[in-house]
């Protein structure tokens, strides 16, 4: 029996976490912050967004209240905070992958969890506004619905419990971890989950390499980068300044996408593009650049350039050598150069963002996926689900 297939008889349940994983709760959070916090006096550098998300809300509160030295107590911050929140809940968007993993695993039959630090009613609130979500947890498991929030264990063993299962299947005992900040498995998101690694059912919408997506639209003038695309790697690509795409950049994940481009005196062509940090020569920015796969004259440097992004290849990788960083680019464009032939991408190429004067935009980031019941790891989480 292949490793696969022993891992598949013995997965139990897939535990999942909300805010972060799920959905992109920074967004709203961020917002209402900054809101509230500039009643105070206060500006939100949005520099604790991370420490908050996935936190409960009097944790949250405190640890607000505290870095801004707010002149109230947690609890009325609590108070004031709570209303903002609701109203916002409504605007949070699922994050790529997100639906595409639910509903993969509950139409494979596996039982699913949710367990969320939040409390039961903003689990609720939140999921409501998510089509098809609630019907597809056999189990939602709040942080008040248990004697302590995560990095605690007890959420974890509550699901376990009212899913039916051993505990001993626990991420803490015996089960695997994905998660992006460290664990058994670390992706940098959802849309690189390969179920079948841990004994799941594959995806099975993978085109040719790519992963269709539901599309979005990032614009601008061409402007400056490193200078050394064209002349270190040969490969030029039309960086487009990431100010004022904080957003967009936070909900969608770093990596390799591809799609349709084009510059406004020029006209379309397929593209291959970046959106990351470009590890290999460890940035401290990230950047957005897209190769435009065609033979141009010159630079076109000022120009706006349009783009419909369309599919999805690979993360961003880092490489042993620059020589396999430029092979792996290469391949990148041969992939996306085929599959913008299919019409599924084809028909992007008529997309009216490109075509039309306004410059809308439409990126993820996973944390934490539990996959229940798999055999013993090698090395655990220690610390992770704090067991
Ligand atoms: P920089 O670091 O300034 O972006 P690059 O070497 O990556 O330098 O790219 C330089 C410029 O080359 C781009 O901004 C664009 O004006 C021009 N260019 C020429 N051909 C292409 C192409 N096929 N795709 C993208 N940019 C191109
Ligand atoms: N840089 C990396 O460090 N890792 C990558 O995986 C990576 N993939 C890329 C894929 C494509 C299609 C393109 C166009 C660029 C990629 N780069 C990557 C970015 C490359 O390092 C960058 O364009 C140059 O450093 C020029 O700034
Ligand atoms: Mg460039």
């Given at each position: 029996m292949s490793t696969a297939k022993a891992l598949k008889k013995v997965v139990a349940a897939v535990i999942l976490d909300l805010?972060?994983?799920?959905?992109?709760t920074d967004g709203i959070l961020s917002d209402v912050l900054k809101a509230l916090l500039l009643k105070y006096?206060?500006?939100?550098?949005?520099?604790?967004a991370q420490k908050i998300v996935g936190k409960t809300p009097l944790e949250e509160a405190t640890i607000v209240v505290e870095d801004y030295e707010l002149p109230c107590s947690t609890d009325e911050f609590v108070t004031q905070i709570t209303p903002l929140l609701y109203d916002q809940f409504c605007n949070i968007k699922a994050l790529p992958g997100a639906n595409r993993l639910i509903k993969h695993l509950s139409d494979h039959n596996v039982p699913l969890a949710l367990a969320s630090n939040s409390p039961r009613a903003y689990v609720e609130s939140k999921i409501s506004y998510q089509q098809g979500w609630k019907e597809s947890f056999s189990v939602i498991i709040a942080g008040d619905e248990v004697r302590a929030g995560k990095p605690s264990p007890d959420i974890f063993l509550e699901a376990a419990k009212r899913l039916g299962i051993e505990p001993s299947l626990l991420p803490c005992h015996r089960g695997f971890f994905v998660s992006i900040t460290g664990a058994d498995e670390v992706i940098s998101s959802l849309l690189d989950l390969q179920p079948e690694f841990w004994g799941l059912p594959p995806f099975d919408d993978w085109i040719d390499g790519t992963l269709p997506l539901e599309t979005w639209h990032i614009g601008g003038p061409v402007v400056k980068g490193f200078g050394r695309g064209s002349k270190v790697l040969g490969i030029p690509t039309a960086n487009l300044s990431t100010k004022g795409y904080s957003a967009l950049l936070s909900e969608h994940p770093s990596g390799v996408y591809f799609g349709w481009a084009r510059l406004s005196t020029q006209g379309v062509y397929k593209m291959v593009m970046s959106i990351g940090w470009n590890p290999y020569f460890n940035n401290t920015e990230k950047t957005i650049e897209p190769w435009l796969l065609h033979e141009f004259d010159g630079d076109f440097y000022g120009e706006e350039l349009r783009l419909v992004i369309v599919g999805y290849i690979r993360p961003e990788a880092n490489f042993t050598s620059l020589e396999s960083l430029i092979a792996k680019i290469h391949e990148d464009r041969r992939i996306a150069e085929r599959a913008l032939d299919i019409p599924l991408y084809l028909k992007y190429k008529d997309d009216p963002y490109l075509k039309g004067s306004s410059l809308s935009t439409g990126i993820i980031h996973a944390k934490d996926v539990l996959l229940v019941g798999l055999p013993a790891l090698p090395r655990f989480l220690a610390g992770e689900a704090g067991c």
């Open positions: 805010d972060g994983t799920l959905i992109h006096g206060k500006q939100w550098d949005g520099r604790e």
